[in-house]
């Protein structure tokens, strides 16, 4: 296939953003963080290695993430506890925000909902910016690890992928069959996991993460949350997942409550303003 004439002139054309963010509405950090600091922790929970837990946030309050046995990438999910067909919407919150998501960005909800879920309120990884190869931290980008690939690609039967921590927490949790649950697991916010595409072939890649103990990323529920993380068997996904050959460690989640009245003029956002008639 040979070039048209005007190749480079069509290339040469500049970007522009397919969604300017300068209408989305902004959270008021000020008044998150000052809520912060009246906080006490009301409960914590843990992903062993390979596994994943569940956690519940109310409205209002704070969950942490954090490594802090070593190096290790989570795979996290989000529902409204009270609607668990109202879940995380990767495709939209990375065509808002970009592909990976820190301090001050939101996981936002699936149609017919579109509103935030969490907040990012803090991010100790924030200073890692996007290095020389185009990665970058928190990613939108990468789906989850899941056994359907690993038996496209090579025809293996893995059982501690992402997808399938996150099916059996989330069936544990709520008393599905394994069935019932594995539907409502959807595409993640990659924790700590350092990812981005080869600018020559366009490929998804990862490498090490450059998360250590000490680190955490740290979200404020917007609306009652249902949480699941998976600690990924591609431990700090320096080499590979879907295998239980890399080291893997486990992840903390830790809740916090704010102080009666921290929040005051706060209320959850309320759902989506689009009428839903769809032009009929
Ligand atoms: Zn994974």
Same mark, same amino acid.
């Given at each position: 296939?040979? $070039?048209? *004439?005007?190749?480079?002139?069509?290339?040469?054309?500049?970007?522009?953003?397919? %969604?300017?963010?300068?209408?989305?509405?902004?959270?008021?950090?000020?008044? %998150?963080?000052?809520?912060?600091?009246?906080?006490?922790?009301?409960?914590?929970?843990?992903?062993?290695?390979?596994?994943?837990?569940?956690?519940?946030?109310?409205?209002?309050?704070?969950?942490?993430?954090?490594?802090?046995?070593?190096?290790?990438?989570?795979?996290?999910?989000?529902?409204?506890?009270?609607?668990?067909?109202?879940?995380?919407?990767?495709?939209? /919150?990375?065509?808002? #925000?970009?592909?990976?998501?820190?301090?001050? $960005?939101?996981?936002?909800?699936?149609?017919?909902?579109?509103?935030?879920?969490?907040?990012?309120?803090?991010?100790?990884?924030?200073? %890692?910016?996007? +290095?020389?190869?185009?990665?970058?931290?928190?990613?939108?980008?990468?789906?989850?690890?899941?056994?359907?690939?690993?038996?496209?690609?090579?025809?293996?039967? %893995?059982? #501690?992928?992402?997808?399938?921590?996150?099916?059996?927490?989330?069936?544990?949790?709520?008393?599905?069959?394994?069935?019932?649950?594995?539907?409502?697991?959807?595409?993640?916010?990659?924790?700590?996991?350092?990812?981005?595409? /080869?600018?020559?072939?366009?490929?998804?890649?990862?490498?090490?993460?450059?998360?250590?103990?000490?680190?955490?990323? $740290?979200?404020?529920?917007?609306? +009652?949350?249902?949480? *699941?993380?998976?600690?990924?068997?591609?431990? +700090?996904?320096?080499?590979? #997942?879907?295998?239980?050959?890399?080291?893997?460690?486990?992840?903390?989640? $830790?809740?916090?409550?704010?102080?009666?009245?921290?929040?005051?003029?706060?209320?959850?956002?309320?759902?989506?303003?689009?009428?839903?008639?769809?032009?009929?």
């Amino acid at each position: 296939m040979t $070039e048209p *004439a005007d190749a480079a002139l069509r290339r040469a054309i500049a970007p522009v953003i397919c %969604y300017p963010n300068e209408t989305l509405p902004v959270p008021d950090l000020a008044l %998150y963080r000052a809520a912060r600091a009246t906080a006490v922790k009301t409960g914590e929970f843990v992903a062993p290695p390979r596994e994943a837990c569940t956690f519940r946030v109310p409205a209002g309050q704070f969950f942490r993430i954090s490594a802090p046995d070593g190096p290790q990438v989570g795979d996290l999910n989000l529902w409204n506890a009270n609607d668990l067909s109202e879940r995380f919407y990767s495709g939209k /919150t990375r065509a808002l #925000h970009g592909t990976h998501l820190t301090t001050g $960005e939101r996981m936002w909800s699936a149609f017919p909902y579109l509103r935030p879920m969490a907040t990012i309120t803090e991010d100790t990884l924030a200073w %890692y910016g996007i +290095d020389q190869y185009g990665g970058s931290v928190h990613d939108v980008i990468g789906t989850r690890c899941d056994p359907y690939t690993g038996n496209l690609l090579s025809g293996s039967q %893995y059982h #501690h992928c992402c997808h399938s921590n996150l099916t059996r927490a989330l069936a544990d949790e709520t008393g599905m069959t394994l069935a019932q649950a594995e539907p409502h697991v959807h595409d993640v916010l990659n924790v700590f996991m350092c990812t981005g595409f /080869t600018r020559d072939t366009g490929q998804y890649f990862m490498k090490a993460s450059p998360v250590r103990a000490g680190d955490h990323l $740290e979200f404020f529920a917007e609306i +009652d949350l249902l949480g *699941a993380l998976s600690a990924c068997p591609g431990g +700090d996904c320096s080499a590979e #997942h879907s295998s239980d050959t890399s080291t893997c460690h486990p992840l903390l989640v $830790e809740v916090f409550a704010p102080a009666d009245g921290a929040l005051a003029g706060w209320t959850p956002p309320p759902v989506n303003g689009y009428d839903r008639s769809h032009g009929r």
